[in-house]
């Protein structure tokens, strides 16, 4: 079956870095664009960054331009976000997301704390 599984989360002070890793197992990722998408408590689900499955392009929210950034490593079929000059406004929990055409696959979810 399709998994995601999200690792790297935890606790940071502001201004700390964090590495998340997205592990794809049964797929190839190399099939899909790879999402990253955020949601804090009382807010909506907001896409972070996204890799396009053909070209590579990447695209982010403005609210984490120029600290994050996401990249595939489609040998390994596994989809990372470098978070750095984190701030308490990231704190959420983070999901994986990759989808085509056809499919639209989530990952569970990683909690992401920054707080001194």
């Known amino acids: 079956q399709v998994q995601l599984v999200e690792s790297g989360g935890g606790l940071v002070q502001p201004g700390g870095s964090l590495r998340l890793s997205c592990a794809a197992s049964?797929?190839?990722?190399?099939?899909?664009?790879m999402k990253w998408y955020r949601q804090a408590p009382g807010k909506e689900r907001e896409l972070v960054a996204v890799?396009?499955?053909?070209?590579?392009?990447?695209d982010y929210a403005d609210s984490i331009k120029g600290r994050f950034t996401i990249s595939r490593d489609n040998a390994k079929n596994t989809v990372s976000l470098q978070m750095n000059s984190l701030k308490p406004e990231d704190t959420a929990v983070y999901y994986c997301?990759?989808?085509?055409?056809?499919?639209?696959?989530w990952g569970q979810g990683t909690q992401v704390t920054v707080s001194s």
């Open positions: 049964g797929l190839s990722i190399s099939n899909y664009s």
């Open positions: 890799i396009r499955s053909v070209g590579g392009r990447t």
């Open positions: 997301n990759a989808a085509n055409i056809l499919y639209n696959y």
